[in-house]
């Protein structure tokens, strides 16, 4: 056969597949919490924005959660000012707190947005700081400005969702006074997706998924329960970095939301490969 033939031959077999699955996403609202190397390396950046427009397209409803740890701590440098760790989590004092919002509302998210929006006029950018979106309450006076999530507004996001609009949400709250805080973003995007009432969430990470048995490359679990994560935790299997997606994923599915996923961010079109083909990648969370 002639390779042009086989090789349109073999994208009409990828599109075929897909069709399935975007009649049962269109109209679902997915929450993705994008971070890691897939945001900090250009090109897997450029196929970010690109796979984002393309689910609008294709009429599904994503929401956007960033963080941005490398980014703060690189500006709080350039500032003059080391960044102090306390259990992992930021030491945040005002000056800190001011950085945070430099780095992640006004560097970060402008340029999600902006990546986004070379694809299409789909992109909003926003705050917890906006229409009350995100209401926290300080998490230990001794990291300062660190908030937990109280509480999720999610008038502004259903509005801009209702205009065919995609949300990008940088992770700064505030409290009932208006003070800001900075949060962790795995935490927020489960709250998001809880109170959008979501069809999944999905976590774009540095590591292939969930293993049973980290580091063995061959555990790594395609599918898994709520209940089996908290034993993975309590095993002390799952920790550091990876527990507030887990802790964030077991609320939100427990709260409603139909199914999480783990992916790994370094892959080029890793959510274009879990949402529109067969076998998947990464690992999925379910409830039960």
């Known amino acids: ?48 924005a690109s796979d984002v427009v393309l689910m609008r397209l294709v009429g599904m409803n994503p929401v956007v959660v960033h963080g941005g740890g490398p980014q703060i701590s690189d500006l709080m440098r350039k500032l003059g000012k080391e960044p102090t760790f306390v259990d992992g989590r930021r030491v945040t004092d005002t000056e800190t707190v001011d950085i945070v919002r430099m780095a992640l509302v006004g560097k970060v998210n402008r340029e999600v947005v902006a990546a986004i929006n070379r694809h299409g006029p789909y992109a909003v950018g926003l705050s917890g700081e ?16 660190v908030g937990d999530v109280t509480r999720i507004d999610p008038t502004i996001v259903v509005r801009l969702l209702n205009e065919e609009l995609i949300p990008v949400i940088a992770t700064v709250g505030v409290d009932d006074t208006g003070q800001a805080y900075n949060i962790n973003a795995d935490s927020v995007a489960g709250a ?97």
Not at 20 to 48: N, Q
């Open 1 to 48: 056969m002639d390779p042009r033939i086989a090789s349109a031959t073999d994208k009409a077999r990828v599109l075929s597949e897909a069709l399935p699955y975007i009649r049962e996403f269109s109209g679902r609202t997915v929450v993705i919490k994008y971070g890691g190397h897939a945001m900090e390396t250009p090109a897997l950046a450029e196929l970010f």
């Open 130 to 145: 906006d229409a009350g979106l995100i209401q926290v309450e300080q998490r230990d006076p001794v990291l300062g400005f």
């Open 192 to 288: 998001v997706a809880t109170a959008l009432g979501a069809e999944k969430l999905v976590y774009l990470t540095d590591v292939a998924g969930i293993y049973e048995r980290w580091p063995d490359e061959q555990s790594l679990l395609s599918q898994v329960t709520t209940g089996q994560l908290e034993s993975l935790v309590n095993s002390g299997v799952i920790a550091d970095g990876m527990l507030p997606k887990i802790e964030s994923c077991i609320a939100a599915l427990r709260s409603g939301v139909t199914r999480a996923h783990i992916l790994d961010g370094r892959l080029p079109h890793a959510l274009l490969l879990e949402f529109f083909t067969r076998e998947g990648i990464g690992t999925m969370v379910s409830d039960r």
